[in-house]
């Protein structure tokens, strides 16, 4: 099996409400690729890439297009099914971009899965269960409409909430964690995730002022080093989010110690090959991680929620998709991806099991190969 063309199709998925929230950015539009392969016997493979706007990370849809354009004419005549070999080409044509290379390798994923009748979480190693936790980030608001949200959160069986905080003043946060707090009964995971929106002082200040909560902080800061500043300052675990972009990154924040655990993002480390390989390093080190990513459609929601599967249970902190924030994404002939209870439950179907036919959208925005 080689691969014969690849095209490019971009849709915009649009937040419900308008906006999505985080401490440094707004987001009022994200701009999704999906990659779609076509193989010399005629299979089709799909992946996908939706960065969080510009600003969330180093990465951007611009960027995503401008570096699957770059790569995509050099991939020509590879054997999707072989991920490793696949991976090794993209870092031979392309320093970093690990975003754009996990839409290539997601559609790689899926044309293995195809091609040998089984799930990409079989190809994996197997699922614990198909049916995965999730998790939900409130964004900032008043006390009030928080303590409602938590509320309804709890009512709806969710076992995780991560509220936003940062980009307000800290007594506003304080304020709002309590709220959380006093709506949740014991078991419910807390985290509070600034999104690198705060300083050292106000990480440690908010830590001290909740010190009763059980709660994480999540990338409180914006770098790896600002978060040694807090390791024996704060009386609550550390979980890194952005700040963990690779397999390296990840072994050396939890050798170093700041790390408790990690928000792992599946495009921000390049895709699931690569992520594999963040499970296992979480796994042998008993770490805990979520399996998420920044934003996206059913191809992203269905390789998150596949791999999130695969994770020891115990060290599992659950997939958290866009879908519920939106209110439009693109189509897709399966059924479409949702929570309920506070729990995804992933497609069947070979690779991704996102059932696509192109005719349903707009042309192709570039295509290589023909
Ligand atoms: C809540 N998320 C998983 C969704 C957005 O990508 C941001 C993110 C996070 O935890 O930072
Ligand atoms: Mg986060």
Redesign the pocket.
């Known amino acids: 099996m080689q691969i014969a063309e690849i095209r490019l199709y971009q849709h915009a998925l649009t937040p419900a409400g308008g906006n ?1 929230q ?1 401490s440094i950015s707004a987001v009022t539009a994200a701009i999704t690729h999906v990659v779609e392969i076509i193989t010399d016997d005629d299979q089709r493979g799909y992946g996908e890439v939706c960065p ?1 706007g510009p600003a ?1 990370q180093p990465e951007f849809a611009g960027g995503a297009l401008a570096a699957i354009t770059e790569m995509a004419p050099q991939l020509l005549g590879l054997d999707p099914r072989r991920t490793n070999l696949v991976n090794v080409r993209m870092d031979e044509l392309l320093n970093g971009h690990n975003y754009a290379k996990s839409a290539i390798d997601l559609a790689c994923w899926d044309l293995w899965g195809k091609d040998t009748d089984s799930s990409v979480a079989d190809l994996l190693g197997g699922a614990h269960s198909d049916r995965v936790p999730t ?1 939900w ?1 409130i964004m900032p608001a008043t006390v009030e409409a928080t303590a409602a949200k938590a509320r309804q959160l709890v009512d709806d069986g969710y076992q995780r909430i ?1 509220l ?1 905080t940062g980009g307000r003043p800290l007594s506003d946060d304080i304020a709002c964690m309590h709220a959380v707090a006093e709506q949740c009964p014991p078991g419910i995971k807390l985290l509070a ?1 600034a ?1 690198r929106g705060w300083t050292v002082r106000d990480a440690i200040e908010f830590s001290v002022a909740c010190r009763e909560i059980p709660l994480v902080l ?2 409180p800061c914006s770098t790896l080093e600002e978060h040694r500043r807090l390791v024996g300052k704060v009386s609550h675990p550390i979980f890194i ?2 700040s963990s972009s690779s397999v390296a990154a990840t072994i050396e924040a939890i050798s170093s110690g700041v790390a408790d655990g990690f ?1 792992m ?1 599946l495009s921000r480390v390049g895709g699931l090959t690569k992520l594999r390989a963040v499970r296992d390093v979480c796994d042998a080190m008993n770490t805990p991680t ?1 399996v ?4 996206g459609g059913d191809l992203v929601a269905s390789a998150t929620t596949q791999m999130g599967a695969t994770l020891r249970p115990a060290l599992y902190e659950g997939t ?1 998709i ?1 879908g519920p924030y939106t209110d439009q994404s693109y189509p897709v002939r399966s059924s479409p991806i949702v929570v309920e209870n506070g729990h995804i439950t992933f497609p069947k179907g070979p690779g991704l099991g996102v059932e696509i036919d192109t005719n349903d959208w707009e042309p192709p925005v570039a295509v290589f190969g023909q």
């Not at 998420?292 to 934003?295: L, R």
């Open positions: 999505y985080m969080l969330y998790y980030g991560q936003k995730d999104n999540e990338q989010d952005e928000g993002k979520t998420d990513d920044t934003w958290w866009s």
